[in-house]
């Protein structure tokens, strides 16, 4: 099983939210700089790495069906090594061997910081491994020359794991307690990725708004990251997700107009709109607070995007709990929402509780509200046509024939334009608006 020729090829599956993009690609340089290289698919990988998400039901299934296409895989090539990493590696651990012979690493987002090791255990000595520590420190990026060039923009996590525990949420069960990084760390990186030719960096924190470093007898409280973070020459836009309304301070909110390159835009998860739920859920705020939140925000910031996570179908969430949602979504009028349907995470205290909702009543709410917020969300989009908006271009559209970018407030706006300039900012007249996309022409 030993790969260490030059030739051997990795695979990496990345699930999930951007945290995961990022450990993809923590471990992907780190495979660079030990000889690997990219593999176009599985079938041509020595080394193939599932990174995956168990945030809810959906993501874990699509786990393991796709480690089951894998298994094909093994049988045609014996020496190729399988591993799980990620929020599932780390809730299931070594229960993932018994279930599946054809892996051979499980390792849990913290013991990334020691991947090379355990790779080099299955190489070396052909045995298989799971590393579920939850108390190490997340790991610091490796640097590869070259790996965020083309790109212009990037995420960069600066702290890692939650102390919330809200009551449906395994993520604290899985990325472990609050961890912030050394704020000189965080600029480091964000120098490194400006230096490669970033234009955007995306703070990323499971809870980011609390980000909160003391260290050389001073503190760094988000705003003051945010702040030192826009001074940095050469990056255009700055954005972060994902926050907790009950670390909106007012200084943050003050950041959005003080900071000249944080973008207009929050994602701000309120889950629920009945107080009675938000309550079981252990979100440490009611609706009336979120509210006000919102109101303070846009008294700030007049144009700021709000886009948020809801979740329908909680244990005992009652038709009125439900209209309550549906109300504060009228209210505040989101620029678009996740929705989800509640779904039991083993180890949470939701999953104990009573007044499970059943799946067709989950099913058809989730359908009420998602219509609901289609109509916001058009009707927002459409408001934009015949605006300018600055726009940071990004390359070319996924369909093609068309280069696309996106507004401050993080909308995906599609047009023509010189390859030549991506990576610029420029002011686009909106021509066109549909559900999740706008259309324009360059006006400057
Ligand atoms: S704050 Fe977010 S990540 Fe933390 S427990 Fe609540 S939902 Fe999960």
């Not at 010189?418 to 022409?441: R, T, Y």
């Amino acid at each position: 099983m030993n790969h260490r020729s030059l030739s051997a090829k990795f695979y990496i599956k990345t699930m999930g939210c951007q945290m995961n993009d990022y450990d993809s690609d923590y471990l992907a340089r780190l495979l660079l700089n030990n000889g690997y290289s990219p593999a176009g698919s599985p079938e041509q990988a020595d080394l193939i790495l599932i990174n995956t998400c168990t945030v809810r039901a959906k993501p874990e299934q699509k786990a393991y069906s796709f480690l089951g296409r894998m298994s094909s895989l093994k049988e045609r090539n014996p020496d190729l090594i399988i591993g799980m990493v990620g929020c599932l590696a780390q809730m299931k651990g070594p229960e993932l061997l018994r279930r599946f012979p054809v892996l051979d690493i499980v390792v849990g987002p913290r013991e990334l910081v020691r991947f090379q090791r355990v790779l080099d255990k299955v190489q070396g000595k052909s045995r298989r491994v799971v590393a579920t520590c939850l108390d190490l420190r997340p790991p610091n990026p490796v640097s590869f020359r070259g790996y965020f060039s083309g790109r212009v923009t990037a995420n960069l996590s600066i702290m890692q794991g939650c102390n919330n525990f809200c009551s449906y949420c395994i993520v604290p069960h899985v990325r472990g307690r609050e961890v912030s990084r050394p704020h000189r760390e965080i600029l480091a990186e964000a120098g490194s990725l400006i230096r490669e030719g970033v234009r955007e960096i995306t703070l990323l924190g499971q809870n980011v708004n609390s980000y909160r470093w003391q260290g050389d007898g001073k503190t760094w409280d988000f705003p003051r990251l945010l702040g030192e973070l826009g001074e940095m020459g050469g990056l255009l836009r700055l954005r972060f997700t994902t926050s907790h309304p009950k670390d909106l301070s007012e200084d943050l909110i003050d950041s959005f107009s003080r900071i000249r390159n944080l973008c207009a835009h929050i994602h701000l998860p309120f889950q629920a709109g009945s107080n009675r739920i938000l309550k079981l859920m252990g979100r440490g705020y009611t609706r009336e607070i979120y509210l006000e939140r919102v109101q303070a925000l846009r008294k700030s910031i007049p144009p700021i995007a709000i886009t948020s996570d809801v979740m329908v179908g909680f244990p005992g969430e009652s038709e009125r709990d439900f209209e309550l949602t549906l109300d504060l979504i009228r209210r505040v009028g989101f620029d678009s929402l996740f929705s989800f349907k509640y779904s039991d995470r083993v180890g949470t205290s939701a999953e104990k509780m009573g007044g499970k909702v059943p799946e067709p009543v989950k099913a058809s709410r989730l359908k009420a509200l998602q219509d609901l917020q289609k109509e916001i969300s058009i009707k927002l989009n459409k408001a934009l046509v015949g605006t300018l908006q600055q726009v940071l271009i990004e390359g070319p559209s996924k369909k093609g024939g068309e280069i696309t970018g996106r507004t401050e407030s993080n909308k995906v706006v599609n047009f023509i334009c010189d390859q030549s300039m991506i990576g610029q900012l420029h002011k686009v007249l909106i021509k066109h608006a549909s559900l999740n996309s706008l259309w324009g022409e360059i006006a400057d």
